[in-house]
């Protein structure tokens, strides 16, 4: 019986996970994802609690240590802060009341939805 593409990305990664550590991991995959390589093919990087890192992964299974992986999402807030302005110095106090404004599934989205916010309102 063969592997699955799954395994045989699996056990490349942990391989050279534990020759040369992560960065070459992520360097290896980076590389591969850029050259399209099919058994590639659905790897993304994901947040993984044993990791400790954002890792690649492949059907929700981190592909260097084989736990499940989260999601990722990325929330956008406005708050207010307290600002005290010394002669020397300011203080600055959150104030326990931040909006939520939206739910992004990349940096660039939230970041977009940031911009946007900051444009319309010329003062954030």
């Given at each position: 019986?063969?592997?699955?593409?799954?395994?045989?990305?699996?056990?490349?990664?942990?391989?050279?996970?534990?020759?040369?550590g992560m960065s070459e991991v992520f360097d290896i995959v980076n590389m591969k994802l850029e050259a399209n390589n099919p058994e590639f093919e659905g790897v993304s990087y994901k947040p993984c609690r044993g990791c400790d890192n954002d890792v690649p992964s492949m059907d929700g299974i981190c592909l260097i240590c084989g736990q499940r992986t989260g999601t990722l999402k990325f929330n956008v807030w406005v708050e207010i802060?307290?600002?005290?302005?010394?002669?020397?110095?300011?203080?600055?106090?959150?104030?326990?009341?931040?909006?939520?404004?939206?739910?992004r599934d990349s940096i660039e989205e939230a970041v977009e939805l940031q911009e946007e916010v900051s444009s319309n309102f010329k003062e954030i």
């Open positions: 019986m063969s592997k699955s593409r799954f395994q045989k990305v699996a056990d490349v990664c942990k391989r050279i996970y534990e020759k040369h802060e307290r600002v005290e302005v010394y002669e020397d110095d300011e203080v600055y106090r959150d104030e326990d009341n931040p909006i939520k404004l939206g739910i």
